[in-house]
């Protein structure tokens, strides 16, 4: 049966190696980014290695835009099993400066758009006893100062993972956050946190599907 990963937040570090990984373990691709001329050229790429994949640019931090080209995505994918939240606004801001419009912009891409995205390809998932994946980070237990909403939305994920497996797992559907406690660097620079190693953990998260947060 074909199946397929939808990937918000595809960008050149961990979102194509995701659809690299899945890819080459049979899954069709639709990649979601707002650059546009980026994702031209990361299905290109992924073409040429014989993966099938499907582009549409949205804004994370637009609900109805981003809804609204899921739905295009699984017109055109095979059966989504699989989505793939992958965005954060990384901004370094203190809770105590930024404004208030700020905080709730990088929250909207951060935690709020990551559950709208959810729910909108749920009766998807449920039908196809599919997988939630959600990129959390060391922000999750470790938060900064210094990154004020970077540390609110990686407590989100790690949060909406905990809450929404235990909310779907009668219904067979799969939701789990892996936690990158690292920087994420090239593979030269760090054999553990890079794209292709955490990759790597993804499938595994997906295939195992016992922890609703994995520590990485």
């Known amino acids: 049966m074909s199946k397929s990963i939808i990937i ?26 707002r650059d546009e001329e980026k994702l031209t050229t990361y ?31 699984e017109k055109s994918l095979a059966p989504v099993h699989i989505l793939h939240y992958n965005v954060v606004k990384f901004s370094q801001n203190s809770l105590l400066t930024a404004k208030y419009n700020t905080v709730i912009g990088d929250l909207k891409v951060g935690v709020f758009n990551a ?8 009766p998807t998932l449920k039908e196809n006893k599919g997988a939630v994946l959600l990129t959390g980070g060391g922000f999750a237990d470790y938060p900064s100062v210094e990154f004020g909403t970077v540390s609110l939305s990686k407590s989100g994920i790690k949060h909406i993972a905990h809450q929404l497996n235990e909310a779907l797992k009668d219904d067979g559907v799969f939701v789990g956050s892996l936690q990158i406690n690292g920087m994420v660097k ?4 760090d054999a553990k946190y890079n794209p292709a190693a955490i990759a790597n953990a993804f499938w595994e998260l997906s295939q195992e599907r016992n922890m609703a947060n994995r520590i990485f």
Do not use: H, W
Request: hydrophobic share 35%.
């Open 43 to 73: 299905k290109s790429e992924l073409e040429s290695e014989g993966i099938k994949v499907f582009i549409s640019p949205a804004d994370a931090g637009k609900r109805k835009q981003l809804k609204k080209v899921i739905k295009e995505l």
């Open 8 to 33: 918000i937040g595809a960008g050149p570090g961990i979102g194509i190696e995701v659809a690299r990984k899945f890819g080459n373990q049979g899954y069709e691709v639709g990649l979601i980014s």
């Open 115 to 122: 559950i709208e995205s959810i729910k909108s390809v749920l």
């Open 186 to 189: 090239t593979p030269e620079e």
